[in-house]
């Protein structure tokens, strides 16, 4: 068994002309993107938008790439800056703090094997998640995203949103209590 290919590696390989080291990345993180922007902004088109808008960057940047950090801090950093920026064109509060609209609850998998009853359950208790963390206060969601959607470490997390680690790591801290603890009331 050979050593599985980094997403650095995969990034590079792109970069020099490998189109299928692209597919790979896209496929490996098509999904915790679009779910970062779906709850940074609460709005599937906006989110969408935002999404293709930083492929496309991911796209254009390939020639100059060089390894400076991981590859996902790399793209969520672009992807967190690309989110202000369109913010602050379109003259839009940089506000996080809405809720997701229409029926995106509908694009959360069930598990297949799950009887009718457990998939409501399932998605009764995928429903109450999203609205807690859209509750949360915007530094802390956006910690807690970039924790869970891109599986970024403290450090990480800290160089994506410009913070030391200690404020990455409090404000972690406080994403998870408050989640948990409202978990734990409504049961």
Not at 29 to 34: C, D, S, V
Not at 43 to 60: G, H, R, T, Y
Not at 88 to 117: D, F, T, Y
């Amino acid at each position: 068994m050979g050593k599985e290919i980094t997403d650095e590696e995969l990034m590079l390989g792109y970069r020099d002309g490998d189109s299928h080291a692209f597919e790979k990345l896209y496929l490996k993180h098509k999904g915790g993107l679009y779910r970062y922007f779906l709850q940074k902004c609460g709005n599937a088109s906006i989110a969408e938008e935002l999404f293709q808008d930083v492929w496309m960057k991911l796209i254009k940047a390939r020639e100059n790439y060089e390894v400076k950090a991981k590859f996902s801090t790399w793209l969520y950093q672009m992807a967190r800056n690309h989110f202000i920026d369109h913010y602050r064109k379109h003259s839009i509060s940089v506000s996080m703090n809405q809720p997701i609209q229409g029926n995106e609850l509908e694009n959360i998998p069930a598990v297949n094997n799950q009887q009718p009853e457990q998939q409501v359950e399932y998605q009764q208790r995928a429903e109450t998640l999203l609205q807690l963390i859209s509750a949360l206060p915007d530094e802390q969601r956006e910690a807690f995203l970039l924790r869970e959607e891109a599986d970024m470490s403290l450090a990480e997390i800290a160089e994506v949103t410009g913070v030391n680690i200690e404020t990455a790591k409090s404000r972690l801290r406080y994403a998870v209590n408050k989640i948990r603890n409202s978990l734990n009331s409504n049961e």
